[in-house]
């Protein structure tokens, strides 16, 4: 199998090192890996596939001979470099905000979205972890009875903030547990022993830009604008994985059990699903998984056509890095690169 020359910028932050195990154990045809970062990273060497490998500054010059361009540096450097690294010939596959709602980029779940890879000219966008994990577990049930209205409260970890913040939650929690006072740095707030219902700026619609991104997002990847969505994210004192309580309701009444036997057979999901033993997703359990859990499948005693789920993912791997690099395997095992 020919292998592809790989880059990775944003090698050495949170998505980034996700990156890195996530084509390792996912044997990626590499034939060559450029690690890139900032000038404070430049020197520093990781491991890949048993090698040492230094990260290099990001410059121009940087996506000489790449093909596939994986971008974790956030939406400034994506929005200068992925059309340079573009321009140099490779497939850029971007997991920051940047493109993802221009109509000449897709974006791309590849269990609900494949075929619009094929569309790319040159960048195709991750979509946004909390709606990763929400259209993999809504796209099964949308195909056997078309959605309507969806309601989603999200419990989003701190790593999906970076590196900074997983240090941020474990420094105030110290603190707190001795006594001590807390500044905050990275969040407008105390992170530890608290819940914080901001992520991303407000809007002026009063929502936040992560919220927004729920709503146009999920429809963009679903292609189903019709969808009356509304979400609120919340920012919860745990390290790794995102939670979602999703009220769905669809066009006819849908039975739990027929839900729960839809998701069994789609793709990338795990039901977990039993109240008599207390089975049901935690973000803890989840956390290193490649799938999309879903758990607590009950009726909505307030909708006659409403379900209710719990959804739970690594917001690392399914929200991220995984979600990125299956978008490059499908490239290749369907001979579109
Ligand atoms: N964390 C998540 O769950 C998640 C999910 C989906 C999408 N994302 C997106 O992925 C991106 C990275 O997130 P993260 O959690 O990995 O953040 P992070 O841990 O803070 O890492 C940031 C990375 O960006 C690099 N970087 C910063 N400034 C740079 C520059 N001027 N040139 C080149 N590289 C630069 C950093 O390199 P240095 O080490 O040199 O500073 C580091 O490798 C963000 O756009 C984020 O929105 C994150």
Not at 39 to 67: H, M, P, Q, W
Not at 98 to 116: C, I, K, S, Y
Not at 195 to 206: G, K, W
């Amino acid at each position: 199998m020919k292998g592809y020359d790989v880059a990775i910028v944003g090698a050495t932050g949170l998505v980034g090192q996700e990156f890195i195990k996530v084509l390792e154990q996912r044997n990626f045809p590499m034939n060559s890996i450029r690690l890139l970062a900032s000038d404070r990273s430049a020197g520093r060497k990781l491991r890949v596939n048993g090698e040492e490998v230094e990260v290099k500054e990001t410059s121009i010059d940087s996506f000489e001979n790449v093909e596939v361009a994986l971008f974790s540096a956030g939406a400034e450097i994506s929005n200068y470099f992925a059309p340079i690294a573009a321009r140099a010939g490779a497939v850029v596959v971007d997991n920051s905000a940047a493109f993802r709602m221009d109509t000449q980029v897709p974006l791309v779940v590849p269990e609900v979205n494949p075929a619009d890879i094929k569309e790319h000219k040159g960048i195709i966008a991750n979509p946004n972890c909390s709606t990763i994990q929400m259209v993999v577990a809504l796209y099964p049930l949308h195909q056997v009875n078309p959605i309507k209205r969806v309601i989603v409260d999200t419990y989003q970890s701190v790593s999906g903030t970076g590196s900074a913040a997983l240090e941020e939650l474990s420094e105030q929690a110290r603190l707190v547990l001795e006594g001590r006072s807390v500044v905050p740095h990275v969040y407008p707030h105390q992170i530890a022993f608290n819940l914080l219902p901001e992520i991303d700026v407000f809007l002026d619609n009063a929502y936040t830009k992560e919220e927004w991104k729920c709503v146009e997002e999920t429809r963009k990847i679903m292609h189903a604008n019709e969808i009356a969505i509304s979400a609120t994210c919340v920012r919860v004192p745990i390290f790794v994985s995102h939670s979602e309580a999703i009220h769905i309701e669809f066009s006819q009444p849908m039975s739990p059990d027929t839900a729960r036997r839809t998701l069994a057979e789609a793709p990338g999901i795990k039901v977990l699903d039993d109240p008599n033993i207390s089975l049901y997703p935690q973000p803890w359990s989840v956390a290193g998984s490649d799938e999309v859990f879903v758990g607590r499948i009950r009726q909505d005693a307030s909708h006659s056509c409403g379900l209710v789920m719990w959804v739970v993912a690594d917001n690392l791997r399914k929200g991220a890095a995984l979600n990125a690099v299956q978008i490059a395997e499908t490239m290749v095992d369907r001979g579109w690169i």
